[in-house]
């Protein structure tokens, strides 16, 4: 939990966009590739009918230059008015340097500003919601450019069935600005716990193992899940991250209007649901259309909920994350509020 923090200015989303890969992998197509797995059986434990897969040669920074794009023609501002990059990924194009934010900034045509990227897994996109809101607050920056962007397919084993069917790549991006008092990202809540890190883990490919042969061959630069630790980690975890973030701004979740929750698994998606007493119509899911796309599933989820009409101006929005760390974190909005000028 953390303290009370004086904002000097208000911090809102004031446009969104989003990217997804051309390429569709249906739960059948799985089956058809020979993996002892069915439709049935990713449809009833996950929610999932297909995923967009990333071809070879396109990498995360693909699909994050063009939601950056999108959500900076939904704002109205040209890449010239932006003066940070926030990039929340875990699979960055290069494994150690440039960034994705570098990528991001030189090829929007940003100017020369502060760029850098996150690495909170699938809560990537609240921590650097979270970061952006703070230098709005503090007057360092005007307009912030957050994506959230992950190619999870390329780190997955496509034999291994417990983890191959859950995973798509995607982007989603929105622009933080000020915004007018009592609107904009009201409360947030960041969470970790390193103790519980290797239920997902991926073990290879690191400074504590660099890539070598031995790797390739005992897989270790594959994502490695524990589902059902990471499951019940999750359950745990989910609706005491909504209510510290609720409390801090004396809410409660009978004001919450609609939820953008992360799309890891439909059961998840509804036990939240339930506990918080919210309607099937006020929470945005996805799953079955795109998995789970780590850090871009929000913004992805929440540009999609913005052209649909489910938030409007005034809405209060809750938007809850989690993840390999583990991390988990949400973040409340007052929706709209938007400077005119
Ligand atoms: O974004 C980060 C956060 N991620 C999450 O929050 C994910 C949390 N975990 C989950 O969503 C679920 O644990 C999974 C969807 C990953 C797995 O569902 P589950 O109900 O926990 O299944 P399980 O891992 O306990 O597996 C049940 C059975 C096993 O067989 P046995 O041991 O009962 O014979 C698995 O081998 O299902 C089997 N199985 C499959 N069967 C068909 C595992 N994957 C598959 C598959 N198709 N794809």
């Known amino acids: 939990m953390q303290n009370k923090q004086t904002i000097l200015k208000s911090a809102g989303i004031i446009g969104v966009g989003k990217a997804l890969p051309d390429k569709i992998v249906t739960n059948e197509d799985f089956v058809k590739l020979g993996l002892d797995t069915s439709d049935k059986w990713i449809t009833e434990r996950t929610g999932i009918k297909e995923r967009r897969i990333a071809e070879p040669g396109m990498g995360t920074a693909d699909l994050a230059v063009k939601a950056g794009q999108a959500a900076l023609d939904n704002a109205g501002l040209t890449p010239q008015e932006i003066d940070l990059v926030i990039v929340a990924t ?22 020369k500003v502060g760029a850098f990227d996150v690495s ?100 270790s630069h594959f994502v490695f899940m524990n589902g059902k630790a990471l499951y019940k980690v999750v359950i745990n975890s989910i609706i005491p991250t909504i209510e510290n973030t609720l409390k801090k701004v004396n809410l409660t979740s009978k004001d919450i209007d609609y939820m953008v929750p992360h799309q890891a698994n439909l059961r998840i998606i509804e036990y939240a649901r339930k506990k918080l007493g919210l309607k099937k119509d006020q929470v945005y899911i996805n799953i079955q259309k795109y998995g789970n796309t780590s850090s871009a599933s929000i913004p992805i989820a929440l540009a999609e909920a913005v052209s649909l009409g489910k938030i409007k101006e005034d809405s209060l929005l809750l938007s809850v994350g989690f993840g390999g760390g583990f991390t988990w974190a949400s973040n409340i909005i007052r929706w709209g509020g938007i400077k005119k000028g």
């Open 90 to 111: 875990t699979t960055p194009d290069y494994p150690l340097f440039p960034s994705t934010a570098c990528l991001v900034q030189d090829r929007l045509g940003i100017k």
């Open 120 to 219: 909170a897994a699938c809560t990537g996109f609240n921590y650097a919601l979270t970061t952006a809101a703070q230098f709005i607050g503090t007057g360092f920056a005007k307009n912030i450019l957050v994506i959230g962007a992950d190619c999870l397919s390329k780190y997955v084993d496509w034999t291994d069935r417990s983890v191959c069917i859950l995973f798509g790549d995607g982007a989603g991006a929105v622009v933080v600005s000020e915004v007018s008092e009592g609107y904009g990202i009201l409360a947030s809540d960041l969470n970790a716990n390193g103790a519980e890190g290797d239920i997902l883990i991926t073990k290879g490919g690191g400074s504590k193992k660099p890539f070598s042969a031995e790797m390739l061959k005992d897989k």
